[in-house]
């Protein structure tokens, strides 16, 4: 069946640590993933995305790793800050009958402590 | 520049009514999404709309229904409302529905069910 889901519902670190979130998928015919941030409050934002045929993006701080063998996402954050506690999602993009929808998982919500 | 605004934020109806949500996308963007994402878990697929078509629909009963402006802006409707319907109703645009397109989300109206 269709589903993404996430290896850690809560992930603690300190301040100026880097963390890794991880993410499974089902569907090995997905091509494109999402990584979303959401505050709360606040509706999910967009972080960083990857194509299947990449192994790995970077951004601002963050990269995302794509093991197609494994069909395994991760999302590593370098020195992480208060700022970056929230719900963090992966997202696969199925694409299928001339219309696109997200697939979320349950999220892993991310502590950074002082 | 403004991104997805939804509207209500809030809402509180009781069981039997009927709702409203409004979304308005990023300016450019043609294609609009509706999520519901219920406490504690990711967000799901109900609804997506491009060029004033309904083009996907999720796992969602006949009581949710949609709707696409000219201006592109979307409304979701809910009828006969059932206490598990509360939920934040998040709306996400994107430039197409073809390829890989970010969805860009809005801050979603939390609705109530009493």
């Known amino acids: 069946g269709e589903s993404v889901g996430l290896h850690l519902p809560t992930l603690s670190v300190q301040e100026g640590d880097n963390s890794i979130i991880n993410c499974a998928y089902s569907?090995?015919?997905?091509?494109?993933f999402i990584w979303y941030k959401q505050e709360s409050g606040k509706g999910p934002q967009f972080i960083i995305d990857i194509r299947s045929n990449m192994d790995k993006r970077q951004g601002q701080r963050v990269t995302v790793l794509l093991n197609k063998t494994v069909k395994h996402l991760s999302l590593q954050i370098a020195a992480t800050q208060p700022g970056d506690s929230a719900v963090y999602f992966c997202a696969e993009n199925m694409f299928s009958g001339g219309y696109n929808k997200l697939i979320f998982g349950a999220g892993t919500r991310l502590a950074v402590h002082p | 520049d403004a991104g997805v605004t939804q509207s209500p934020t809030h809402l509180i109806k009781t069981r039997g009514q009927q709702v409203t949500l409004r979304c308005s996308p990023i300016s450019g963007h043609k294609s609009v999404s509706w999520y519901q994402q219920v406490l504690g878990q990711g967000p799901q697929f109900i609804f997506q709309?491009?060029?004033?078509?309904?083009?996907g629909r999720g796992n969602f009963p006949d009581r949710f229904s949609a709707r696409q402006f000219p201006n592109y802006s979307s409304e979701l409707n809910v009828n006969a409302l059932l206490l598990g319907d509360s939920a934040l109703y998040l709306c996400a645009s994107s430039p197409s529905v073809i390829g890989e397109n970010i969805q860009y989300f809005g801050a979603g109206t939390r609705l109530s069910v009493l």
């Open positions: 569907n090995s015919a997905s091509d494109y």
């Open positions: 709309y491009y060029e004033k078509e309904e083009r």
